[in-house]
């Protein structure tokens, strides 16, 4: 028996813990105008979706955060649910290609806000930008979340992965 089927509530608390950190560092960075939720946005809790390479728990932490921190920033249905399902989408993606290369843990989360968030606000808020040049806005804010932070939180995490994330995984 793995430890995650000795301790399942460990996992659990995880994620709540992942849920809430999402939720929080998207509150912060909420306070600055449009950052987080523009067509030019760089949603700093995108970071935390390297923690996929760690352990799976991070998986339902993300998704939870992301639909949390959309509604209590009050954001339209769609952006509810597309948003949170492209941070699913990249959280999932991120953890099977964990082991391929760290590198690759964070490019479905840039690529699937890329490709996902754009229509979002194009067709649910009515932005005035063309979608293709918001994929790149949006994908760069992205890049500089999910992959600049993300890879920064990676190899600050690294040297403490037994200690931090043995009971999860």
């Known amino acids: 028996m793995t430890q995650q089927q000795k301790h399942p509530a460990r996992g659990v608390a995880f994620a709540g813990i992942v849920a809430a950190l999402y939720v929080a560092l998207t509150m912060l960075i909420s306070l600055i105008p449009g950052f987080a939720t523009s067509a030019i946005q760089v949603r700093i809790s995108e970071a935390l979706c390297i923690l996929t ?6 998986i339902p932490g ?3 955060g992301c639909f949390l921190s959309n ?3 009050g954001c339209v249905w769609q952006d ?3 948003g949170t399902l492209a941070t699913l989408i990249g959280a ?8 391929v290369s760290i590198w690759l843990v964070p490019i479905p989360t840039v690529l699937a806000n890329a490709i996902i968030v754009p ?5 649910a808020y009515n932005a005035p930008d063309a979608v293709p040049l918001m994929m790149l806005t949006v994908g760069l804010g992205e890049l500089i979340a999910a992959f600049g932070l993300g890879m920064t939180l990676y190899f600050a995490l690294k040297p403490h992965e037994k ?3 043995k009971p999860f995984t």
């Open 53 to 58: 390479f760690f352990t799976p728990w991070a």
């Open 62 to 64: 993300l998704t939870i």
């Open 71 to 73: 509604l209590l920033l």
């Open 80 to 82: 509810i649910l597309f």
């Open 92 to 99: 999932v993606g991120g953890w099977l290609l964990r082991k």
């Open 119 to 123: 229509f979002v606000l194009k067709y």
């Open 163 to 165: 200690r931090l994330f």
